[in-house]
């Protein structure tokens, strides 16, 4: 697995993760210092959202054009302009809303021009797809626990345009990490078509039930399931035993994540589609422990085992995706599939709050946890996604 190209793109995807998992707390932070409040941050995290949507699809494309590489180390390059230039900003006094609202999309468009690279790249650089998408997901997932720490040490240290400053830097890492990569991948023909290699793109995804079956659950469970557990969560958490305790949780579903990343390392099940969905049932415990209001530690238990489910499911289905589906067309069908993961979640984040106000946040979470569990029945239900097996991969 451990090839001096996947070394590479590991410390590469390692370092920008941990860039990414700050994110969100500097932005809250330097918001609010800015005087922006609540609304600025849900504007800018809107403005990065929206063009990762529209454009994911047109980035696939172009990565046949230009291929991965290329693709991924001009959307880092691009990150290290933009979140250097946000740095700059709150260093030297108080950025405008629309400055950040520019850079935000900005940083929206070049992740969108990164992000179907990755499942197109792993499967070239390494001899065990399945390993190599375990070990990615622990390193997220460490990164995802780190994060939020050092970028809150940071702000109280030296401010929030440090920790711009420092993500800026890894982008910079991340960017010499894949330069540094020897792997050729393969370019189409410049004349062809933009839209013609997206009605490809589309048929290919179109043609596989077991995708498609997945996608449009993770669209119902967007709205349902994904979007509604954090805003309600968080409410409900910190009502009932304070910040700090709703810190601990997040990171019990954090480690609950490595632990599912470890086992899908060593577990390779006949049928990997079937075994994530059958792992995924748990991830509503996360939703139900919260809608019961049980103890903190019953609470913190409920999330390192959704943790798990999601580690586990993560890892099976980027390893059924990436051995499945050719290599020709892998990094648009890739950007078919992750739009169509994201597009509906913040659907479900918006009508969370109504919803929860409506009828109740513990009702709202009791109905996730029971969609959870109806979802992944109806996808074991599905012979395209129960049937479908494994594949043996070599580097190529």
């Known amino acids: 697995m451990w090839t001096r190209d996947f070394r590479l793109f590991f410390v590469a995807r390692t370092v920008s993760m941990l860039g990414m998992a700050m994110m969100p707390v500097a932005a809250a932070l330097g918001m609010r210092e800015a005087g922006y409040g609540a609304t600025g941050v849900g504007l800018a995290l809107a403005a990065t959202s929206l063009p990762f949507v529209l454009l994911i699809l047109f980035g696939g494309v172009l990565m046949d054009r230009f291929t991965p590489r290329r693709m991924m180390v001009g959307a880092d390059v691009a990150r290290v302009l933009t979140q250097g230039t946000t740095a700059v900003l709150f260093l030297t006094g108080r950025p405008e809303l629309w400055q950040i609202l520019a850079l935000s999309a900005i940083n929206g468009v070049a992740g969108a021009m990164y992000s179907p690279g990755v499942a197109g790249t792993i499967p070239r650089i390494t001899g065990d797809v399945q390993r190599a998408n375990a070990a990615m997901r622990v390193s997220e997932a460490i990164m995802q626990l780190m994060g939020p720490g050092v970028a809150g040490a940071l702000v109280g240290f030296a401010g929030v345009g440090t920790v711009f400053a420092l993500d800026a830097a890894g982008f910079a890492v991340s960017g010499c990490c894949l330069v540094l990569m020897r792997y050729r991948a393969v370019v189409t023909e410049a004349g062809e078509p933009m839209l013609r290699k997206l009605r490809e793109g589309w048929q290919e995804f179109r043609s596989r039930t077991w995708m498609w079956s997945v996608i449009l659950t993770w669209v119902i469970f967007g709205i349902t399931l ?41 577990v390779r099940p006949v049928r990997p589609l079937a075994a994530g969905a059958a792992g995924m049932v748990l991830f509503a415990v996360q939703p139900v422990t919260i ?10 238990a409920g999330h390192v085992v959704g943790g798990a489910a999601w580690g586990f499911w993560s890892v099976m289905w980027a390893t059924s995706v990436q051995t499945q589906v ?3 067309a892998l990094n648009r069908v890739s950007a078919y599939e992750i739009g169509g993961s994201v597009m509906a979640m913040p659907i479900g984040q918006a009508l969370a709050g109504p919803a929860g106000a409506l009828v109740g946040a513990d009702v709202v979470l009791g109905f996730s946890g029971v969609v959870g569990v109806l979802g992944c029945a109806a996808l074991l239900a599905v012979p395209a996604v129960r049937g479908l097996r494994g594949v043996r991969h070599t580097t190529g």
Do not use: N, W
Not at 237 to 259: F, M, N, P, R
Not at 291 to 300: K, R, T, Y
């Open 291 to 300: 809608a019961l209001g049980v103890s903190l530690p019953v609470l913190m």
């Open 326 to 328: 050719p290599g020709e």
């Open 226 to 266: 994904f979007g509604p557990l954090i805003p309600l969560g968080s409410e409900l958490i910190t009502a009932a035993h304070g910040e700090t305790a709703y810190g601990l949780v997040l990171s019990a579903g954090g480690a609950g994540t490595i632990i599912g990343g470890l086992v899908a390392m060593r």
